[in-house]
């Protein structure tokens, strides 16, 4: 029994792994749209209005978060606010 749940999680985890690519094109795509009127990924201080988001030492569900609150119009889908995170993360 104890093998085959571990079977499934390790499956689970490696279907994740080949849509990991997509999911960082994603993110830029909807970063670049929504995200980079505001802020700005250098990793060093800008005159961006939102600051700059690539110096931040967040996790990606941290980042998750504070996207979610964003004044951006349309709202950004949950699957769209994972993969800017990851994306943000990824930088």
Do not use: N
Request: positive net charge; hydrophobic residues 45%.
């Amino acid at each position: 029994m104890l093998r085959a749940a571990s079977t499934l999680v390790l499956v689970a985890v490696l279907a994740g792994c080949g849509s990991s690519h997509d999911e960082l094109a994603r993110g830029r795509r909807v970063f670049a749209a929504s995200c980079a009127g505001c802020h700005t990924l250098t990793g060093r201080p800008t005159r961006a209005p939102g600051g700059d988001l690539g110096s931040l030492l967040l996790s990606a569900a941290d980042i998750e978060s504070f996207a979610a609150i964003m004044p951006v119009r349309p709202r950004i889908s949950q699957r769209d606010l994972r993969s800017v995170a990851l994306f943000v993360k990824s930088r």
